[in-house]
């Protein structure tokens, strides 16, 4: 009777262990690497603020992960789309001559 | 006849070392080597009580290094076999007592004696630690299918390669095969793929442990017992036999049987 009742609960929901092995890869990948994810986090928005100091970038498809293959060799991919370019932009905004000189 | 000196950490406490020390120590002694088993706690003293020579202490680790025994003086060895000896810890509170290089030339001369030197380590990373690894030629490591022992066992498994000691090897120790089935605890394959690392032994919990360590008598010789079975396997594979590891399913009594045939097995 509880074998069933087990059963029941058990094929709804993840098993304890896939869990517990899901939290290990991601809490040791951030062990590894010495950089805890809410440090991890405070840089990647670092990135992107320095990102878009030079180009407009596109907020809704930006990933920026951290990849590891073994124990010694992590990295950072990130994509981070942008339109455009901020610094072009603003030199003619400020400048509306400068096109003229180069012509 | 040079030694091989085997060091058996793990970071976590209580996963297991000292059981593993003093039942591969046995093992190995069963299989005809010559072997001592090294206490390198210091402060704490555990290989003697398990190993049931715990009132045949008189010199310890620290008495040899500082000088005030010889190294014959402070071997204890085995009633049941002679060619198995103790080096217990030392009870001082002084961590500093022994260094690495100590323990490096103590390991040089029993390499001289003996088969084998196993290297029971304290828990933790810290000097005791390091003391235990540095003489190591193999580093064994002991952990449960947990989240807080896998993760430590993946910051020794570092250490361990940051001092060119790797790669270990792991012990996997108080398996529940029941337990994985049902998906509530980690299987060994869970376990090597997170840790990327070579299971030398698969240790199944085991009721005869307590009672063994109770009695003094390590469970390796208990026939009866699978833990003990399992360390009888690590000592082999640590003498380059190549052991199948067992079957962990449990022997099915007949009303088990007759639950799965209605349905009571796994979907």
Request: net charge neutral.
């Amino acid at each position: 009777m509880s074998n069933f009742f087990d059963r029941l609960i058990g094929r709804n929901r993840e098993s304890s262990a896939q869990t517990a092995k899901q939290r290990l890869q991601f809490v040791l990948v951030h062990d590894r690497i010495n950089l805890p994810p809410e440090r991890l986090k405070e840089m990647k928005e670092e990135i992107l603020r320095v990102i878009s100091k030079y180009v407009a970038v596109q907020g809704d498809e930006i990933d920026i992960a951290l990849q590891q293959r073994d124990r010694n060799s992590s990295k950072l991919v990130a994509e981070v789309p942008f339109s455009g370019s901020l610094s072009g932009l603003a030199e003619r905004a400020s400048d509306p001559d400068k096109d003229k000189d180069d012509a | 006849m040079a030694g091989k000196v085997i060091t058996v950490t793990s970071g976590k406490g209580g996963v297991g070392k000292t059981t593993t020390t003093a039942n591969i120590g046995v093992a190995l002694a069963r299989l005809g080597k010559k072997v001592v088993v090294v206490d390198a706690d210091i402060g704490l003293r555990n290989l003697d009580i398990i190993m049931g020579l715990e009132n045949r202490i008189v010199y310890d680790l620290v008495d040899i290094v500082e000088g005030r025994a010889k190294l014959k003086q402070a071997l204890i060895k085995h009633k049941q076999f002679p060619d198995l000896y103790l080096i217990p810890a030392a009870q001082t509170r002084d961590k500093t007592a022994v260094s690495p290089s100590d323990m490096v030339a103590l390991a040089n001369e029993l390499r001289k004696e003996f088969d084998f030197i196993v290297i029971d380590s304290p828990a933790g990373i810290e000097r005791g630690f390091r003391n235990a690894v540095a003489p190591a030629e193999e580093v064994l490591i002991v952990t449960n299918p947990e989240v807080s022992a896998v993760r430590d066992a993946d910051r020794i498994i570092g250490l361990i390669e940051a001092e060119n000691k790797g790669p270990a090897k792991l012990i996997l120790n108080r398996v529940k095969i029941e337990m994985i089935k049902k998906g509530e605890m980690l299987s060994p394959d869970d376990v090597t793929d997170i840790l990327a690392i070579k299971i030398i032994g698969i240790v199944p919990e085991d009721e005869h442990v307590v009672p063994s360590s109770n009695s003094g008598v390590p469970v390796t010789l208990n026939d009866h017992s699978r833990a003990g079975q399992a360390f009888q396997n690590i000592a082999r594979r640590l003498c380059g036999e190549n052991v199948p590891f067992m079957n962990l399913e449990q022997n099915q009594g007949f009303f088990q049987r007759l639950g799965k045939l209605f349905g009571g097995g796994n979907g």
